[in-house]
């Protein structure tokens, strides 16, 4: 996931790849080595740490754990909601939503080398801001029922068509995607699929988790 990666490098569905975000809550120590298995078992872009009513101190903590993991793996650890931290403690960069503070101070903070991504929902004019503001990638979704977030807003693969033909500045999907129905935002162009549930609660594993979403992606 670099800053400055277009969509005419993709060839097929070998330009998507999977977008990992943890679960909202976990014990850093004890999920690093599932994490290390998890990142393993395929192709892995991107780590997203989502932690939801942590304190800064444990979210410190996480990142100091987690983030060699996923680093000495060459995948991209990025931190949610906190460009602050996100600096601070070495991550490769930020997820922000429509809430998550002034998206052009943010993309300042993190200086050019560090990727932001920014929620879009399933607005166009919401993404056009996004990348005005310097986003590295735009995030659409729910794209289906999800149990991981009370999701306000859905979204249809039509705007990932529409995204793709216009813009060169890629796309993730995210919202309810499993191996099942992830067909759709492949063949309409995003570029990563963000996946929780898909993964971290597959009923044989992460592991397996993370192989079908790789065999999905490559057979759409
Ligand atoms: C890749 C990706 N896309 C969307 C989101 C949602 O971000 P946000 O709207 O800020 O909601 P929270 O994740 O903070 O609950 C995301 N985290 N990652
Ligand atoms: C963080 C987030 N933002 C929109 S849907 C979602 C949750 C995605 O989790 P899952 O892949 O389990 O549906
Ligand atoms: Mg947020």
Redesign the pocket.
Known sequence: MAAGETNSDKTGNEGCQLYL?TLPALDPRAFADTLARALDAGDVAALQL?LKDVDDDALRRAIDILRPVAQSRGVAFLLNDRADLAVRHGCDGVHLGQGDGDHAAARKLLGPERTLGI?CHNSRHLAMEAGEAGADYVAF??F?P????Q?EHTATPDILEWWTEMFELPTVA????NAGNCGPLVRAGADFL?????VWNHPDGPEAGVRAMNAAIAAA
Do not use: M, P, Q
């Open positions: 975000v989502r929620t979704g729910a289906f999800t149990a991981t977030k999701a995210i919202g309810g995607i963000a996946v929780v549930g898909a």
